[in-house]
């Protein structure tokens, strides 16, 4: 199982550009995540679905808009990039909604750089 | 959730086992205790998590205290592959999301 899929791996975008992150599964899980990480720090939660057809804002959505495609796919959108989107993002999905007493699986991130 | 508290690094030498802890004198009765590791240019990989007692898998063994307010991640013998940053994190009744602080920088010897 290829579990969770990122691309791209990097971009290098000029400041007002735009662009989407792809993200998917193929574990079957109902909830998704966008995380960003910045340099020594750790990681901030962006953006998350519960499950398919619901999505809500994380702890620093400003800038970002998402789509849950379908079960499979989260994609995250920048729509005018700005120099401190510069991070990288991950990608995670799990079982359930409540993480309480579930693993959370990430894929292996997306290395964005904002000129 | 509440705070965790860990060692910002510490060094092992490979083949020998490797006990990180983790300081959580606030958790409540229905925290889980979850462990995560991010290996260089990776994304967090699950390690291991528990409630009150202790849990073992292919990867690790979580030993908890019995007051709970503290834990240790024992790797039982370290290889040169576990070099990585290692997270405790909290996790309570709802959580949607896990919130990770600096973590652990484990750094093996060879």
């Known amino acids: 199982n290829a579990g969770v899929t990122q691309t791209p791996k990097f971009q290098v975008l000029k400041t007002g550009q735009s662009m989407t992150l792809q993200c998917a599964q193929d574990m079957n899980h109902n909830s998704m995540y966008w995380y960003r990480q910045d340099p020594g720090m750790g990681l901030r939660l962006i953006y998350y679905?519960?499950?398919?057809?619901?999505?809500d804002k994380g702890e620093v959505p400003n800038g970002y808009n998402v789509s849950r495609l379908n079960k499979r796919e989260f994609s995250l959108r920048l729509e005018s990039a700005a120099p401190s989107q510069t991070s990288v993002y991950f990608c995670?999905?799990?079982?359930?909604?409540?993480?309480?007493?579930?693993?959370?699986?990430f894929g292996s991130g997306t290395q964005l750089s904002v000129l | 959730d509440a705070k965790t508290t860990q060692p910002n690094s510490m060094e092992s030498n490979e083949e020998e086992p490797v006990h990180l802890p983790c300081n959580h004198s606030?958790?409540?009765?229905?925290?889980?205790i979850h462990w995560y590791r991010q290996l260089p240019s990776q994304g967090p990989e699950y390690v291991i998590h528990?409630?009150?007692s202790n849990v073992n898998n292919r990867m690790a063994s979580l030993a908890i205290a019995e007051d709970r307010k503290s834990s240790t991640l024992i790797l039982h013998r370290a290889t040169l592959r576990d070099a990585a940053v290692y997270y405790c994190?909290?996790?309570?009744?709802?959580?949607?999301?896990?919130?990770f602080g600096k973590g652990t920088k484990l750094s093996v010897i060879p």
């Open positions: 606030t958790i409540s009765g229905t925290d889980y």
């Open positions: 994190i909290l996790t309570g009744a709802g959580s949607y999301q896990l919130t």
């Open positions: 679905s519960a499950s398919e057809g619901t999505t």
């Open positions: 528990g409630l009150t």
């Open positions: 995670a999905s799990s079982r359930r909604y409540s993480i309480t007493n579930e693993k959370l699986f």
